[in-house]
Structures are given as C-alpha cells and as structure tokens.
C-alpha cells in the first residue's frame, strides 16, 4: 500500500470528493508515505473527550484529512483548532470548515507534500453529532487498518491553505469560532 501513488484526474481535490461522497471510505492523512499499516498511536493531546483517544483517526471527508498530510508542526507551534462540519443524516457535502493555529505558529513552511491514505470503514466509528446537530466527519478505530490506497498530496490540494487564522492563548474555542 505505501507504494506509488496512483495517477487521478487533473482536478484532484473534486475526484477525492466524488469518491468519499459515493463511496464507503475514510482518509488518513499523514507526512509519512511509507506505511502499509495504519496503528492507534497518538503522539499529541486533544481538548475533547472524542479527540485525545488512543487511536487511529480518519474522516469520511478527504479535505479535513489532506489539512493534516501537509500540516508542518515546527518552531513556534503548539496547537491548531480545526473541524470539517455538515448536517447529521445528510449528504456529505456541502460542509463548513475551520482552521486556525496558535498564534506564534506563522511559517511561512506551514504546509508542506504529504499522503492521503484511503482506508475501509468497517473499524471506524464515528463521533456523534456535536451538540447533537453537527456531523464532525471524525472517525476513529482502536484497531490496526490496512490502507486501501495512498495518494501524494501537496498544499495546492488543501483549499485552505492559504486563509489560515490565528488564536490567542488562553482564548476559549467558542470565541475563535466567533472570530473565525
């Protein structure tokens, strides 16, 4: 599975839609291109409950997965509020989505090439709806996944990239999300 990435259609970010929004599957999303086993280990820390598991994280939406393949954790970072949002029940798309880091965080290398792992569905479970009328699009399996493909990402498929926000220390999400 870390093998070659496989050729997709020259618009690549609306063949990676198509396929989540027609296809049973979660994206990963990793610097790493090397691996042909996915674990739970979870070298970072959340705020949430659902978050800070011992876990393998996925998202049935390619875009939220794409932020953490080419996400540059270096000097002066320390954190990073993110989410991909739809309607609970719905169609997968159209979402809403937030990215912002700590402030302090600003390199200019923030983003940088990554993989997009492809995985089967049957180990995830998903989070509820937040506040019980948001579908997160966040997966997790405790067990050990096996990639059904892996694609090379770069910063140009990430939509975002280029309007991330900043958040101040101490500052309550509610309140960056007001900002936002």
Not at 74 to 96: A, I, Q
Request: charged share 25%.
């Amino acid at each position: 599975m870390a093998g070659r990435s496989p050729e997709l259609p020259e618009r690549r970010l609306e063949f990676l839609r198509w396929l989540a929004a027609g296809r049973d599957v979660a994206f990963h999303g990793s610097q790493r291109g090397d691996l042909e086993r996915l674990e739970p280990v979870r070298n970072s820390r959340d705020q949430t409950e659902w978050g800070d598991q011992q876990a393998l994280y996925a998202s049935n939406d390619p875009v939220w997965a794409i932020y953490f393949a080419c996400l540059r954790r270096d000097e002066g970072w320390s954190g990073t509020r993110n989410g991909s949002m739809g309607r609970p029940g719905g169609p997968l798309y159209p979402r809403s989505y937030f990215f912002v880091h700590n402030r302090g965080s600003a390199s200019p290398l923030r983003f940088g090439p990554g993989s997009l792992y492809v995985l089967p569905p049957e180990p995830f479970a998903a989070a509820p709806p937040l506040a019980g009328v948001v579908d997160t699009a966040h997966l997790v399996s405790k067990e050990a996944v096996t990639p059904l493909a892996r694609v090379d990402v770069t910063p140009a498929d990430f939509p975002f990239a280029g309007r991330i926000g900043y958040y101040r220390d101490r500052e309550p999400i509610f309140v960056t999300l007001l900002r936002g």
